[in-house]
C-alpha cells in the first residue's frame, strides 16, 4: 500500500498540509481539524509533520468497543465509520503517536483516511517534504542522502567543473 | 485441532480473530451463556443515554462467524469443565471436546450484603439485558440512587441524569472513584456531577433497604434520614465467572491465574480477560484489569498461543477513558498512590482541567486526565514510554505537544 | 454524477504560476489541482491555487462598471462607462496635455504581455508616465544584478551545491521554489539564509545569518574580503572577465569578519564559516536575492555587493550556480522605439534616471508629490489596473490624497479595494481564469499559454478595456487585434511556437534550449561586456563606481525618539501583498495583522501575546495586536509587521520621502520607531 511519507528535513511548517486537510475535512482552514499536524520547535529549528502511519496492527483497530475502525481493503488505510463510532475516545487513548483527535462538534473520533487513496496533504505540499510512497520504498531517500554524502567524501568533489 | 472458546465478547472474540489469522483449519467453537448477538459493554451507556441506536451496540454479525469458519453456541451455560477427559458439559448436558480451550467467561457484578438490596427494583448495568431493562424504567422525574461510584456506577448516574431522573450517588469510602482518581481529582469530577444536579455522598455506609407497599424503596444509612428512590443502580465491583472450574483441576483464586502466555495451571486450558488474573506492565504476575483494552490484549495473546506461536504477554497496562458530566476522566497506569514518587500536575481545576504524571525516578508509571479529548490525547502518547519503561527527563515539553514518538527524547 | 471537464492553465493567484487543472461541471469551476505533467510545479501547489474557485465567484466580486455620483457607486453600462472616460480623458489632454495622463500598473496583472499593454497604451496617448507596483519591488534586484553582470540571473539549485537565499522566503513567497531547494538538499546541498528574521525557510538552514536589517552590503563585501583573502575565489574568470577587481578587493579589505560583526551583529566566525561553505561548494553556488534587501536607502549598492559574489565565486552562468536566462525572443507590444518619449520628462526619471534608463518606468512616490503640487507639470489622470497603493505604497495618507485630487481616477479590479474607493469609475476586470495570455518560467526557458475558462458579461480582460478605450481615443491603430487570443497570435509570430503549438502543449514548450559560460562566446549586457565590479555608467550619473557600503540610517544616526527599527512587507503565503483578505478560511487561518516582537521587548512594554501596541514613526501611527515570537526568530529591538491590512495598515509609516538614491526604492523594512503598549 501507499503511505504519506514525511521527511521532517524538507518540511518548513508552512501548514499547507494542515490547512489543505482541513479543508477537505470541513471547507475552512481550522488546523484542529485537520488530520495531519505540524510541530514547529524555534529553539531547534525542527520542523515535524506527522500523522497517522496506518499501522500494521493498528492498536486503535483492535481496542475500538463499536468495532468502528477497519481497514479499507482498497487503500490500506485505517478508518473510522463515523456512523458506527460511539465517541468513546477509547482509540485516542490507544494511539501512541497522538494521531488522532475528537471532533466536539460531531462527536466521533477523526483520524487521516488517506483521502480514498489521492492525500490533499501531499498534493498541497510545497516543499515536497511529504510524499505519497509505496512503503516498500518509503524513507528510501535516506538512503539516496548517504550516498550522495559517501560519494563526495570518496572523491568526486569536483571543485571548478 | 478442535478449538473452543468460551465467551463472546472482548476478549473471546479478539482470541478468534488472531487465531484464525494464523490458523484457518483446526475447528473451532464459541460458547456463550448470553444469547445476544455479540455486543460491546462499553457501549452499553451510550445508548442508554440514547447517543447511539440499539443495533449500533452489535460487533458482530452472523456472517462474521461463517467467514471465520465458527461453531457457535449460544444462550447456553458451560456447567462444568474436565481437563482429563479434554470435554466440557453444557447446562442442557451435551458435551464439547477440545483440544485447546479458552475460558473468556468475563465477570458479573457484585452485590454488597446490604439488608434487602436483592430484590426488586434493584439493578446492576452491566448486560444488554440490564441496559434493555433500566431504559424501559428510565423515565424523567423517577428517582434513582447510585451505590458505588466506579466507572460504571458514574456513568450509570450520568445516564440517568441525562435521561431527566433525580439522581444520587452514595459512595462508602471518603471520595468518589477511589481507585482511579487522586483527591484533587476526585474533588474536581464530584464537583462537577454536582454542578450537573446529581447529589453525591461520599463517606456514607448504606445499611438497608425497605420495600414500601407502593414499591418504592426506602434506604437507611448511619447518621442520615432515610432516602426515597424508585430504583437503585449498584455499580460496586464484579467478581469474575469462575464457577464453571469448581471441582476441576484448574486453579482459581479470586479469578483464574494465568502465565505470560494466558496458560492456566493445565496446559492447553487458556483464560482472557475479566475472569484472568494475568501479567501486568509493572512486573506483577496475577493482577485482574476489568478493563476493555486488557480483554482484547489477553484474547489477542491466547489466540496467538493457542494457534502455536508462543507469544508472551508484555503486561497489562490499566487504561479506561469515559466522559461523563461534561469532563473526559481518562487514566493508564499507577497514579493514585505518589508517597516516593514524582508528581508532574497541570492543576487548572478551575478550568475543569486536571493533568497528572507520575514518575518513577524519571521514569512516567502512570497518568490521569480530567479534561477534554486532548488530554486523553496526552495520555495516548504517553502509553510506548510507561510501557517501555523510558526515561522522560522533559515532561513539561511532552505535556506541551513535544516528543511525538519516544525516539525523539536527547 | 454530473460531467467533468478539466482544462489546464496556470495559476496567477502569485506570480510563481504554478501549472493547474481547473475542473468544471455545467460551465461552473469546481475544484482546482495541481496538473503533473508541467515541469515546473510537477503537480504541487499552494492552497492559494483552489481558493480562486472561490475567489471567481466571490459576492463581492464587481461585475458590472461603477461611476461615483453624489449618491454613492452606481452601476452603469460598460459602453456608457467607456464613453465618458474617453471622453474626460480628451478634456484632460486637451487643456493639460498627453502627458498629465499617467497609467499604474499593478502586480496582480503580472507583466509580460499585460504590462507591455498598458506601457503601449499610454505611449500611443504621447504620454511617458508609466506607474506600476516595479517602483518598489524587483527593479531592485534587477538594477542591483544589471549593473553587475546585465541581468538579473536565476539560480540553478537542483545542480547547486551551496544555495543562498538573501532576504528571500520562498515558502511564503514563491512558495514553488522550495521543492526545488529541498529536491537539492537532499543530494547534500547546504542551505544558507541571510535574514534578520527567522523566516520559514531560515527554518531548514544549515546557516542562518541573523544580521540587522540593511546591513546587506556589509556582509557581502565581508564575504568577498574573506573569499579573496582565503584565495577561495575563481582568479581565472576573474582575471578575463570582470572589471574592477582589483579597486573592488581594495575596498573589501576593510570589512573583516571582526568589522562585519560590529555592523551586522553577525559573529565574526560566522562571516568566516559562510565564506568557506561557499568557497567549497564553489562554482556550484546559487544566490537569490528577495525584496528584503530592496526596501532601504542603500538597497542597491548592498544587492550590488551580493551580485559579485556570483564572479568571486565563478558560479556565473554556471551549472549549479546563477544562471542567465535567454530570454523569450516573441514580438513586444511596447513603442519606445516607435515613439520615444523620454524628452517629455517622465516623472522621477531626472531624479533616478536608472530608473527611467534601464526600465522606462516613472517613480510612483515622486507621482503622488506631482499630483499634488502640479511640479514639474500637472498629473491629472490615472488609469489604474490591479493595484492598490492606497494600502500598499508608503505613507498611505498621501496616497490617498493625492489619488483622491485627480480629476480623472479609473480603476480596474475583481473587488473594491481603499484605492477603488477613491476612484471615479471602477471597472470589474478579468481574473486569471478568464484570459488568454503567455507565461515564461525563465528557470527552464518554457513558455506556456493560459486558457480562458469562463467570461462574466461585463468584465473585460485588459485587452479588450485597452483596445476599447484606444479606438476611442484615435490611438486604435496601436491596438488592431480583435482580442487578447490574436494578440497573443502576433506576440508569437517571430517565434516557431503558433497559437495551435502553443494551445496543444499545456505543459509549456521550452522556447530555446538552454547553455551556460555563454560568457564564453559573447559580451555581457554590461556597458564593458564584462561583469563590472566598478561601474563607469554609475560613476557617469554621479554615483560611486564600486558597491560602497553605506549604513543604514537607524544605526549611523540612531534617535532616541524612535529607538526600535521596524521592518515591513515580510510574506505571508495566504495573503499576497493586500489580496485574498476576504476569503473566509484564510482568515481562520490568519485571522488578523499583527507585529512580531522579540519575547525580551515585549516583558520590557509590559505586553502580553494579543495587546495592542501602538508603533510610531516620523510619519504616522498606527495599532495593532502584538505577536511574540520566540527569541531566536526575531532580533532584539526589530519588530516586523506585515503589509495589505486595512485594519492595521503599516504603510501610515512608512516613509515616502527617503530612498536608494539609484533605484528609487522606499526605506520600508529599516523604519525608524517607537512602540508603546496602548
Redesign the interface.
Known amino acids: 500500500m501507499r503511505i504519506v511519507e514525511v521527511?521532517p528535513?524538507?518540511?518548513?511548517?508552512?501548514?499547507?498540509c494542515e490547512?489543505?486537510c482541513a479543508?477537505k475535512q470541513t471547507?475552512?482552514?481550522?488546523?484542529k481539524d485537520s488530520n495531519i499536524r505540524v510541530?514547529?520547535?524555534?529553539?531547534e529549528?525542527v520542523?515535524?509533520p506527522?500523522t497517522c502511519v496506518h499501522c500494521g496492527e493498528g492498536w486503535c483497530m483492535?481496542?475500538c468497543?463499536?468495532?468502528a475502525i477497519l481497514r479499507n481493503p482498497e487503500t490500506g488505510a485505517v478508518e473510522i465509520d463515523a456512523?458506527?463510532c460511539?465517541?468513546?475516545?477509547?482509540c485516542?487513548?490507544?494511539?501512541?503517536?497522538?494521531s488522532?483527535?475528537?471532533d466536539?462538534v460531531e462527536?466521533v473520533s477523526k483520524k487521516c483516511d488517506l483521502c480514498g487513496g489521492d492525500p490533499a496533504c501531499v498534493?498541497?505540499?510545497?516543499?515536497?517534504?511529504l510524499q505519497f510512497v509505496e512503503e516498500e520504498e518509503a524513507y528510501s531517500?535516506r538512503r539516496?542522502?548517504l550516498d550522495?554524502?559517501l560519494k563526495?567524501l570518496f572523491g568526486l568533489n569536483k571543485?571548478?567543473? | 485441532m478442535q478449538i473452543v472458546i468460551i465467551g463472546n465478547s472482548a476478549a473471546g472474540l479478539s482470541a478468534l480473530s488472531r487465531f484464525r489469522s494464523i490458523d484457518q483449519e483446526s475447528q473451532i467453537t464459541l460458547v456463550s451463556a448470553e444469547s445476544a448477538t455479540a455486543y460491546s459493554r462499553v457501549l452499553l451507556p451510550y445508548y442508554l443515554r440514547r447517543k447511539i441506536p440499539h443495533e449500533k451496540l452489535f460487533i458482530r454479525r452472523p456472517e462474521d462467524y461463517e467467514r471465520l469458519s465458527v461453531k457457535t453456541v449460544f444462550g447456553v451455560e458451560v456447567r462444568h469443565v474436565d481437563p482429563e477427559s479434554h470435554t466440557l458439559t453444557l447446562e442442557d448436558g451435551r458435551t464439547i471436546g477440545f483440544d485447546r480451550l479458552l475460558i473468556a467467561t468475563g465477570s458479573r457484578p457484585l452485590l454488597p450484603p446490604v439488608e434487602g438490596l436483592a430484590g426488586a427494583n434493584v439493578y446492576h448495568l452491566w448486560t444488554l439485558s440490564d441496559t434493555e431493562q433500566l431504559d424501559s424504567l428510565f423515565r424523567p422525574g423517577r428517582r434513582v440512587l447510585v451505590i458505588g461510584s466506579g466507572f460504571i456506577a458514574l456513568q450509570a448516574a450520568w445516564v440517568a441524569q441525562q435521561r431527566g431522573l433525580k439522581v444520587a450517588v452514595f459512595e462508602l469510602l471518603p471520595r468518589i472513584m477511589p481507585t482511579v482518581l487522586d483527591e484533587r481529582a476526585a474533588a474536581l469530577l464530584h464537583q462537577k456531577i454536582e454542578e450537573h444536579g446529581v447529589e453525591v455522598r461520599v463517606g456514607i455506609h448504606t445499611e438497608a433497604v425497605e420495600r414500601t407497599i407502593k414499591g418504592v424503596l426506602r434506604v437507611q444509612t448511619k447518621g442520615h434520614p432515610p432516602l426515597e428512590v424508585d430504583l437503585i443502580i449498584v455499580g460496586a465491583g464484579v467478581r469474575p465467572n469462575t464457577e464453571l472450574l469448581d471441582g476441576s483441576p484448574v486453579k482459581t483464586d479470586r479469578g483464574i491465574p494465568v502465565n505470560e502466555y494466558m496458560e492456566t495451571n493445565v496446559p492447553g486450558i487458556y483464560a482472557a480477560g475479566d475472569v484472568a488474573r494475568g501479567p501486568t506492565a509493572f512486573g506483577e504476575t496475577h493482577q485482574t484489569h476489568a478493563l476493555w483494552p486488557t480483554a482484547v490484549e489477553h484474547g489477542r495473546i491466547a489466540g496467538a498461543n493457542m494457534a502455536g506461536q508462543r507469544a508472551p504477554y508484555q503486561g497489562s497496562l490499566n487504561m479506561n477513558v469515559t466522559e461523563m458530566f461534561g469532563i473526559t476522566v481518562a487514566s493508564m497506569g499507577k497514579f493514585v498512590k505518589d508517597e516516593g514518587l514524582t508528581s508532574h500536575v497541570i492543576d487548572e481545576t478551575g478550568q475543569s482541567r486536571y493533568v497528572k504524571i507520575i514518575l518513577r525516578e524519571g521514569i512516567p508509571i502512570g497518568a490521569v486526565a480530567l479534561g477534554g479529548a486532548e488530554d486523553t490525547v496526552i495520555l495516548g502518547r504517553l502509553r510506548p514510554w510507561i510501557r517501555n519503561q523510558r526515561r522522560l527527563p522533559d515532561v513539561g515539553g511532552f505535556l506541551e505537544g513535544r516528543y511525538l514518538l519516544p525516539r525523539q527524547v536527547a | 454524477m454530473p460531467e467533468r471537464e478539466t482544462v489546464q492553465t496556470l495559476c496567477r493567484m502569485c506570480d510563481d504560476r504554478c501549472a493547474i487543472n481547473v475542473y468544471l461541471e455545467d460551465g461552473k469551476i469546481v475544484d482546482i489541482d495541481g496538473y503533473k505533467e508541467h515541469p515546473w510545479n510537477r503537480g504541487r501547489l499552494c492552497v492559494k491555487a483552489r481558493a480562486a474557485v472561490d475567489m471567481v465567484y466571490h459576492p463581492e466580486r464587481l461585475l458590472k462598471p461603477l461611476k461615483r455620483t453624489k449618491r454613492g457607486f452606481e452601476e452603469i453600462p460598460l459602453q456608457q462607462a467607456l464613453d465618458e472616460i474617453a471622453e474626460r480623458l480628451l478634456a484632460i489632454k486637451d487643456k493639460h496635455g498627453a502627458r498629465s495622463i499617467s497609467i499604474w500598473k499593478g502586480e496582480a496583472i503580472g507583466f509580460a504581455q499585460e504590462e507591455d499593454m498598458a506601457r503601449r497604451f499610454v505611449h500611443a496617448l504621447g504620454s511617458p508616465n508609466y506607474f506600476s507596483n516595479d517602483s518598489m519591488c524587483y527593479n531592485g534586484r534587477y538594477f542591483g544584478y544589471r549593473l553587475v553582470e546585465g541581468a538579473w540571473p536565476i539560480p540553478d539549485y537542483e545542480n547547486s551545491r551551496c544555495m543562498v537565499l538573501w532576504g528571500a522566503n520562498p515558502p511564503h513567497a514563491h512558495p514553488n521554489m522550495t521543492q526545488m531547494i529541498m529536491r537539492a538538499r537532499k543530494t547534500g546541498a547546504k542551505l544558507i539564509v541571510v535574514d534578520p528574521r527567522m523566516s520559514a525557510i531560515a527554518r531548514q538552514a544549515d546557516l542562518h545569518a541573523a544580521l540587522k536589517p540593511g546591513t546587506d552590503g556589509a556582509l557581502a563585501l565581508g564575504l568577498i574580503q574573506q573569499l579573496i583573502e582565503t584565495q577561495g575565489f575563481d582568479r581565472e574568470f576573474v582575471e578575463h572577465y570582470t572589471v574592477g577587481f582589483a579597486e573592488l578587493a581594495e575596498y573589501a579589505k576593510a570589512f573583516s569578519p571582526e568589522k562585519v560583526e560590529e555592523q551586522t551583529g553577525v559573529a565574526a566566525v560566522v562571516v568566516r564559516e559562510l565564506a568557506r561553505t561557499m568557497a567549497v561548494a564553489a562554482p556550484r553556488v546559487a544566490v537569490y536575492v528577495g525584496n528584503g534587501p530592496e526596501h532601504h536607502e542603500n538597497g542597491i549598492n548592498n544587492i550590488r555587493a551580493v551580485a559579485c559574489l556570483d564572479a568571486i565565486l565563478g558560479a556565473l552562468d554556471r551549472e549549479g550556480g546563477n544562471r542567465l536566462a535567454e530570454g523569450f525572443k516573441a514580438n513586444r507590444l511596447t513603442l519606445y522605439d516607435k515613439i520615444p518619449l523620454e524628452h517629455l520628462a517622465p516623472i522621477g526619471a531626472d531624479r533616478f534616471p536608472v530608473l527611467y534608463g534601464f526600465r522606462q518606468e516613472c517613480h510612483t512616490m515622486t507621482g503622488m508629490n506631482t499630483i499634488l503640487s502640479g511640479e514639474p507639470y500637472p498629473i491629472r489622470a490615472m488609469i489604474l489596473t490591479a493595484a492598490n497603493p492606497a494600502l500598499t505604497n508608503p505613507n498611505t495618507l498621501k496616497v490617498r490624497e493625492a489619488l483622491g485630487s485627480l480629476d480623472l481616477f479609473v480603476v480596474r479590479d475583481l473587488f473594491m479595494t481603499p484605492t477603488a474607493e477613491l476612484a471615479d469609475y471602477v471597472l470589474p476586470a478579468a481574473s486569471f481564469l478568464e484570459r488568454v495570455e503567455l507565461h515564461t518560467h525563465a528557470k527552464y526557458q518554457l513558455v506556456t499559454m493560459t486558457r480562458k475558462i469562463l467570461k462574466f458579461p461585463d468584465v473585460q480582460d485588459e485587452y479588450q478595456f485597452w483596445h476599447d478605450l484606444a479606438h476611442r481615443l484615435g490611438i486604435g491603430e496601436y491596438f488592431p487585434w480583435n482580442d487578447e487570443t490574436e494578440l497573443t497570435g502576433w506576440i508569437l509570430e517571430p517565434t516557431d511556437i503558433s497559437l495551435e503549438r502553443a494551445a496543444a502543449h499545456p505543459e509549456g514548450i521550452e522556447h530555446t534550449p538552454i547553455h551556460y559560460r555563454k560568457w564564453e562566446k559573447e559580451p555581457l549586457n554590461t556597458p564593458s561586456g564584462k561583469v563590472e565590479f566598478s561601474s563607469q555608467y554609475l560613476k557617469d550619473l554621479g554615483y560611486p563606481a564600486l558597491p560602497e557600503y553605506k549604513p543604514p540610517a537607524y544605526l549611523e544616526s540612531p534617535d532616541s525618539d524612535y529607538p526600535f527599527v521596524l521592518i515591513t512587507g515580510a510574506r505571508k503565503l495566504i495573503y499576497y501583498h493586500s489580496r485574498f483578505r476576504n476569503i473566509n478560511r484564510f482568515r481562520t487561518a490568519i485571522p488578523g495583522p499583527e507585529v512580531e516582537l522579540h519575547p525580551d521587548d515585549a516583558a520590557a512594554l509590559g505586553a502580553a501575546d494579543g495587546d495592542s501596541i501602538r508603533i510610531t514613526s516620523r510619519i504616522g501611527s498606527v495599532e495593532v495586536p502584538a505577536k511574540i515570537k520566540s527569541a531566536v526568530e526575531i532580533l532584539p529591538g526589530t519588530l516586523q509587521m506585515t503589509h495589505g491590512w486595512k485594519e492595521a495598515n503599516v504603510n501610515l509609516l512608512t516613509h515616502d520621502d527617503r530612498f536608494d538614491p539609484i533605484s528609487g526604492f522606499p526605506l520600508m523594512k529599516a523604519v525608524e520607531v517607537r512602540v508603546e503598549k496602548v
Not at chain 1, 39 to 43: C, H, V, W
Not at chain 1, 92 to 98: K, V
Open positions: 521527511d528535513t524538507s518540511c518548513v511548517a508552512c501548514r499547507n490547512y489543505a479543508f471547507g475552512d482552514f481550522d488546523t510541530n514547529f520547535y524555534p529553539e529549528r520542523c515535524i506527522w483492535e481496542v468497543p463499536a468495532g456512523n458506527r460511539a465517541g468513546c475516545k477509547m485516542l487513548l490507544a494511539c501512541p503517536s497522538g488522532i483527535h475528537f466536539k462527536l498534493k498541497f505540499c510545497t516543499s515536497g517534504a531517500f539516496e542522502s550522495n554524502k563526495r571543485r571548478g567543473s
